[in-house]
């Protein structure tokens, strides 16, 4: 079975610096999908990005980009000049959607 | 529309009553899911409807009853439930199911308090 494991509870940054959350996985399988899902405080989880283990290339959204070794089995998260909007719950998870514990994110003013 | 809809948003019911939560998407998707989700934890996988047919059930006790009448249908049947099923319950939809990638798109949640 997957398992994803997310070793920070909590982290803050300064309102435009960046931050990068960490995930690692464990899986014997060769071909997956991994994914950041974003649940912001009293609102609905959303999908940050996407990467696919067979893309060496590192996925990219806007101001997200992701750190994906696939022999370190890591996929972390970075989100480039932050703004307050970002604030939220930040989950990786597995293809089967097996949701790591959360990193809680505060962006500070 | 990418919109997700679950009603109702806060249920309260006692360990004797039964009711049902509801979950409804119109973007032609053909995998629904439902999560349970504790304060400050993950949401954690109940089971998941592929092609209206019930694919994956994580070991659910049988008080949850989940039914999918069609395709943009979910709903979840409870009966005699107890007070730690308290929770959040998300609804999701995907155009397919897991393992291909899709990306989830999650409704708001019923907020449930079991008495």
């Known amino acids: 079975a997957q398992t994803v494991t997310q070793s920070q509870p909590e982290m803050s940054v300064q309102e435009a610096e960046t931050v990068t959350l960490s995930c690692t996985y464990d899986?014997?399988?060769?071909?997956?999908?991994l994914f950041w899902y974003k649940q912001p405080p009293s609102r609905q989880m959303i999908l940050v990005i996407r990467?696919?283990?067979?893309?060496?290339q590192n996925a990219t959204e806007n101001r997200f980009s992701v750190n994906f070794q696939k022999a370190a089995k890591s996929f972390s998260l970075k989100i480039s000049d932050s703004q307050l909007g970002d604030t939220a719950m930040y989950f990786c998870?597995?293809?089967?959607?097996?949701f790591g514990a959360g990193t809680r994110l505060t962006v500070k003013p | 529309d990418t919109e997700v809809t679950q009603t109702p948003k806060h249920l309260v019911m006692g360990m004797t009553n039964k009711k049902s939560l509801k979950c409804e998407q119109h973007?032609?998707?053909?995998?629904m899911y439902w999560y349970k989700q504790k304060a400050k934890k993950p949401p954690e996988l109940m089971f998941v409807?592929?092609?209206?047919?019930?694919?994956i059930n994580e070991s659910v006790p049988s008080r949850f009853s989940p039914e999918c009448p069609n395709s943009s249908l979910l709903n979840l049947h409870l009966h005699a439930l107890q007070p730690e099923d308290s929770a959040l319950y998300l609804c999701?939809?995907?155009?397919?199911?897991?393992?291909?990638?899709?990306?989830?798109?999650f409704g708001p949640g019923t907020r449930l308090t079991v008495t």
């Open positions: 899986t014997s399988e060769s071909n997956y999908y």
């Open positions: 999701a939809s995907s155009l397919l199911a897991t393992g291909y990638g899709y990306e989830q798109y």
């Open positions: 973007m032609g998707h053909r995998a």
């Open positions: 998870a597995f293809s089967d959607m097996r």
């Open positions: 409807y592929s092609y209206e047919k019930l694919s």
């Open positions: 990467q696919e283990a067979y893309k060496q």
